[in-house]
Each structure stands twice: as C-alpha cells, then as structure tokens.
C-alpha cells in the first residue's frame, strides 16, 4: 500500500484547520500546505463530503473542521482520499487471482496480507488529528498508544 500524495495532504490539511481553529478559505489552505489552489479544492471537497471538514459560503466563506480533532483519525482521512486501505491489491474484492472465489482465504499469501493489513488499520485508527497537532505529544508517545 501506498498512501497517495492526495491522502498525505488530506491529513495536513486537517491538522492545518485544527491548529487554526477558525475557518480558512481555499487559497489561505492552499498556501499554507504548499499546494495548487485547484488540489486543495479537490481535497477539500472529499473531505466535506465525509464529514471530516465543514464549508461555508461567501464573503466570509471557508473551511473548518467538522467535527472535534479528537474524533478524526489518520484512517479516516486517508480513506476518504484513497478508499478503503489495503496492503495488497489481493485484499480488494474486485482482484482477481487464481485463489478467487471461496478459494481466496485459502491462500496462505492473502492471510497473512489481510492479518499484517488489520494491524495496519488499527494502528492509523487510534492516531487522532488532536494527537497529531498537540506540541506535547511526541512521535513515542503516539507510537506507544499502539
């Protein structure tokens, strides 16, 4: 799995409107995060449509979080952006492969993808975007919540 340049902005973009607290508009996002107003606007309007940011129109218009930083996770901004998170294409019911069918939990390889891919999930599960932009909390002590 590769998280794409899309989800990574998707994070800083949230953690951006959570240090800000205020509501921000495209282009002061855009600047902000070292992006093209026209990605920005992209972004943003997946994340609003998940319910992660909150727009608003006119004069004084923009974006704000839609809910508290403490219920948004890294998970949940990456599957916004990229779709549901899989390690191994081999995870997608859409793949096909010679174990396809009832055959695919059989496969030895598929197991061991999905066991390491839960681990994975669960892991960008308990990282918060409060945890992310809180100057006390460190890289350790975000890694030792796992």
């Excluded at 949230?14 to 972004?43: H, M, N, Q, W, Y």
């Excluded at 294409?89 to 396809?100: N, P, Q, W």
């Excluded at 975007?129 to 909390?137: C, F, G, I, N, Q």
């Amino acid at each position: 799995m590769r998280i794409t340049q899309e989800a990574d902005y998707a994070i800083r973009i949230v953690c951006l409107l959570a240090e800000s607290g205020e509501t921000l508009d495209a282009g002061t996002i855009a600047e902000k995060c070292c992006i093209t107003p026209r990605f920005a606007l992209k972004i943003l309007r997946k994340l609003v449509l998940g319910g992660a940011v909150c727009s608003f129109k006119g004069a004084n218009g923009g974006y704000r979080l839609g809910r508290d930083a403490s219920e948004i996770t890294m998970k949940e901004a990456i599957e916004l952006i990229d779709g549901e998170i899989a390690i191994s294409r081999c995870l997608s019911e859409e793949h096909v492969c010679s174990k396809s069918g009832e055959n695919k939990g059989a496969c030895f390889v598929h197991r061991v993808f999905n066991v390491i891919n839960r681990d994975v999930v669960r892991k960008l599960e308990k990282v918060t975007v409060a945890s992310l932009v809180d100057p006390d909390v460190s890289v350790e002590d975000i890694v030792k919540n796992f």
